[in-house]
C-alpha cells in the first residue's frame, strides 16, 4: 500500500511505536465497560474547562486525582467512516480555517488534527486566552473531507491533537511541532523535515509481558504573547499503570527549542520507566550494507547516538539495524545530556530525492536538575522497511518509582541541525565496516575529524582500542590531514563469539583528542 512522504506532516503513517500503541488500545477498548463512572474527559472538563479560570496547578491536581481511580479506557467512540480510513484517505482531511491566532500577530498560531486512521483516540482541546478557558468544539464545517461521505448527526467527536506553526517576522510561516497520538511529538527548525520523535514517557519498552503505551487525554494551549515566539501547552497523560501532567514550552527557530516538565503519578510500582524518549529510524549507514539492494547509499532519520556522560566524557554510538534485538545500557550518574544525531547533512549521503534525509532534526537532550543513577538505554530493532521507527533511547532511572509517589522531572530538548553543545575533540564522522579477510572477520574503518587533526598535527598521536570478547589485528592509523581527517583501519575477529563490544579514542601526550567510539558487533 503506497504511503504519504514520511516526512509530511501532521502525521506519520504505519510507524511501529503507532501501530503498536494504536494495536493495543484497541485491544483493550474491546473490553471496556458499558457503564461506568465518569470518565476522564469528564473530570476534566468539570475542573477547568469551558469559561473557567485556568490554573496550571489544577492540571497536576487532576492527574493526582486521576492516579487514585481505576484506570478507563477511552471511549470507542470514533465513527467507522474514519476508523476505516487508509493512509491517503487520512492525508486528504483537510482543516480549511485560518490557523488559530493566526490573525493576532502573535508569532504562533494552532491547527487542531482529525482523528481517523491510526489515530483514533479523542483528546480534549483547550484554549487558554487572558486567563479563561476556552474549549476548542469539533465542527465538521472547518474541514475538507473530499470523497468521504459523512454519517449525519456526527456530533463532537474531538480531536486526535495538534499543529503548531511559526509566523515569525516577514519570514513564511512553517510548521514546526505536532502533537499526536499517544504521549509522541515531533519539532523542527526552519528549513528541516520531521524525523525522530518524542516521548513525554516510556513504560516497559521490549519486555516479554508487552510494552505500555501511555496517551495524552487533555492539552491546555496559553495563547502566546504578542512578540514572545513560545508557547506552553499544558497536558493531562494517563495510562494503566501511571497518570501525569506535562508541561511544554515550544520555542521555535533555527533551533527549536522544547522544555518539557513532567509530574507522575504511578498507580502501581513503576520498575521501568523511560524519560526524555526519543524514537527513529535506522534503516542501513555505510556500517551496515548486509543484504542491501538500493540505489540509495544510507537511508536513515539519525545516525548515532551522542552522549556526554556525568563525567564529562563524550561518547558516539553509531546506529545499526540489527538481526536480532540488541538492547544497550550506558550506566551514568546524573547525565549531561544525550541525543539521537543525524551527522551527515550533504545530499550526496542519501540521494533520495524524496524523503532528504540530510534534512531530518537531530534532537539533544539536556537534563535539568540531577537525575542521579540510571541508564541511557538504546534498543535496536530488526526492520526491513524505512517507515518503521526501529530505534528508540530514553534515560531509565535505576530506582523504581512507588505506586502513591509522586515524582518529577525535567529537561530541555534542543531540535535542529545539529545539538547545541559539540566535544571540544575530533569527531567520529564516518563509521564503515565490510567483509575481512576470511571466515567471520570484519574490516571497520572509523573517521575523526577536527582541527587538531589538520596541518599540525601531534607527533604522538595514536589510537586506543578494546575489543571484548574477540579480538582485533591490522590496526592502522592513516592520518590525511589536508581533511583534517584520521581514519582508524583495523579488523575485528570474533572467533566463536555472537557479539563484541569495541571502544575507540584518540589520544595524544596522554589525553584524549577525540570523542569515544562505541559499537556492538553482532552476526
Excluded at 504562533?108 to 488534527?113: G, M, R, S
Excluded at 487572558?130 to 456526527?154: H, S, T
Excluded at 541525543?339 to 542519501?350: D, I, K, N, P, T
Amino acid at each position: 500500500m503506497p504511503v504519504p512522504p514520511r516526512g509530511t506532516p501532521p502525521f506519520h503513517p504505519r510507524r511501529r511505536d503507532m501501530l503498536a500503541y494504536f494495536g493495543a488500545s484497541v485491544a483493550g477498548l474491546a473490553f471496556a465497560p458499558a457503564l461506568r463512572a465518569q470518565t476522564p474527559q469528564e473530570t476534566i472538563s468539570a475542573r477547568i474547562g469551558e469559561n473557567q479560570r485556568f490554573d496550571p496547578a489544577v492540571v497536576v491536581d487532576i492527574a493526582r486525582q486521576l492516579a487514585k481511580k481505576p484506570f478507563a479506557a477511552p471511549a470507542n467512540d470514533l465513527p467507522d467512516v474514519f476508523a476505516n480510513l487508509n493512509p491517503e484517505q487520512y492525508a486528504a482531511l483537510r482543516y480549511t480555517q485560518p490557523p488559530i491566532w493566526s490573525s493576532e500577530s502573535r508569532g504562533i498560531a494552532v491547527e487542531p488534527l482529525h482523528r481517523g486512521f491510526v489515530f483514533r483516540d479523542g483528546v480534549e482541546l483547550f484554549l487558554v486566552e487572558d486567563g479563561a478557558v476556552r474549549r476548542i468544539g469539533y465542527n465538521p464545517a472547518q474541514f475538507d473531507f473530499g470523497r468521504i461521505n459523512l454519517p449525519n448527526n456526527l456530533g463532537d467527536i474531538r480531536y486526535s491533537g495538534f499543529k503548531l506553526i511559526a509566523q515569525m517576522g516577514n519570514g513564511r510561516p512553517f510548521d514546526f511541532a505536532v502533537v499526536q497520538g499517544g504521549t509522541f511529538f515531533r519539532a523542527i527548525a526552519r528549513g528541516q523535515n520531521y524525523g525522530a520523535i518524542a516521548r513525554a514517557l516510556t513504560l516497559r519498552p521490549a519486555e516479554a509481558r508487552g510494552e505500555e503505551f501511555p496517551a495524552f487525554r487533555a492539552f491546555w494551549l496559553e495563547r502566546p504573547a504578542v512578540g514572545s515566539n513560545s508557547i506552553t501547552v499544558h497536558a493531562v497523560l494517563d495510562s494503566e499503570s501511571t497518570t501525569g501532567a506535562v508541561r511544554m514550552t515550544f520555542r521555535p527557530g533555527d533551533m527549536t527549542i522544547v522544555d518539557v516538565e513532567t509530574t507522575l503519578f504511578p498507580r502501581v510500582n513503576l520498575e521501568h520507566v523511560g524519560l526524555g524518549g526519543l524514537a527513529s529510524t535506522y534503516l542501513y549507514g555505510p556500517n551496515d550494507l548486509l543484504n542491501t539492494d538500493d540505489i540509495r547509499p544510507a537511508v536513515h532519520d539519525s545516525s548515532g547516538l551522542q552522549m556526554l556522560n556525568g563525567s564529562g566524557e563524550w561518547l558516539w554510538r553509531p546506529l545499526q539495524n540489527p538481526e536480532t534485538l540488541q538492547i544497550s545500557a550506558f550506566v551514568d550518574n546524573s547525565p549531561r545530556g544525550f541525543g539521537l544525531l543525524q551527522r551527515e547533512r550533504s545530499y550526496e549521503a542519501f540521494q533520495d530525492d524524496e524523503q532528504r534525509f540530510e534534512r531530518r532534526p537531530s534532537v539533544w537532550i539536556e537534563p535539568l536538575g540531577n537525575w542521579s543513577q540510571g541508564s541511557v538505554q538504546l534498543l535496536e530493532i530488526p526492520t526491513d522497511a524505512e517507515i518503521n521507527d526501529n530505534i528508540l533511547t530514553y534515560w531509565r532511572p535505576r530506582a523504581p518509582m512507588a505506586a502513591g509517589a509522586e515524582v518529577a522531572l525535567a529537561y530541555r530538548q534542543y531540535w535542529g541541525w545539529s545539538a547545541p553543545e559539540r566535544p571540544p575533540l575530533a569527531t567520529v564522522t564516518q563509521t564503515r565496516s565490510g567483509r575481512g579477510s576470511g571466515g567471520r572477520r570484519r574490516r571497520f574503518a572509523v573517521d575523526f575529524s577536527g582541527d587538531v587533526l589538520g596541518d599540525n598535527l601531534p607527533g604522538d598521536l595514536k589510537s586506543v582500542l578494546t575489543v571484548g570478547p574477540g579480538t582485533f589485528q591490522n590496526l592502522k592509523l592513516l592520518p590525511y590531514p589536508e581533511r583534517k581527517t584520521v581514519r582508524v583501519a583495523f579488523e575485528l575477529d570474533p572467533g566463536n563469539e555472537n557479539a563484541c563490544e569495541m571502544r575507540l579514542i584518540l589520544e595524544a601526550g596522554g589525553k584524549p583528542i577525540s570523542e569515544t567510539w562505541l559499537y556492538r558487533w553482532t552476526p
